[in-house]
């Protein structure tokens, strides 16, 4: 999506993505992925989850890398936490003990800012983006992270072709997307009920999450 239309979003607070608690596949799966490993976790597209204060408990030093400077605040406001700021180009960094948020296009990271990186946490950053930019978001994101980087990957599927996000990304894809660099393990596939609050708004039936967990090769 353009830049635009994500500063749009914030702007007008229309944020339906944001879960305002600890995403319930992160708290489960997490420990599969990480195990005993506190090393540092990049957080791409990260919004203001409240996924980045759980990984920072956790020990993690944190990444979270955002486009959008309004939830870039709201975080640490709303987390009651001061963050420095170190205004930059390409990226404005936020800062809170070993929590940091890089205000800026994910596309402009390069392999220095993540050479200490060991897991990537994807909740709504791959569905966040149409079908024409998702294998060069992969691309990128296997090119900016040392090998055996490994990835908490948290996926929507549902019927249909929209037009903005979330986008409906399938486990397939998921392979086709992955499979060439990533090893690639399927842990869990949730049906959401049609009252959920997500299948209710957009009149879905059947829409499922999927969790992955990618090692690199
Ligand atoms: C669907 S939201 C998900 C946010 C967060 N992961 C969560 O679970 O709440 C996608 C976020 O990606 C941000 N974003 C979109 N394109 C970006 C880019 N190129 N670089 C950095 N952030 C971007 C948007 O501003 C938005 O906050």
Redesign the pocket.
Known sequence: ?E?E???R??ANKE?G???GSV?EYLYRHWPELAGKDTGAVL???????H?LWWLHDRGHPVI?????EI?CKDFFEEGEEKAMVQPGEPFTVFRHENLQIWN?????LVPDDLSHVKLVY????L???PPEIRQQYVDHLTAVTPENTRILLITLDYEGSPTS??FNVSNDEVYELYAEDYQIEHLHTQTLANDHPFAKRKGLQGASESVFRLTRR
């Open positions: 999506m830049h239309f994500w500063h979003r914030w944020i993505f944001h879960e995403n957080v791409p597209l990260c919004g203001k989850a996924d979270g890398v955002e486009l959008s939830a800026g296009d994910f596309f402009q994807d909740r709504a950053a569905i966040a983006l996000p979330p």
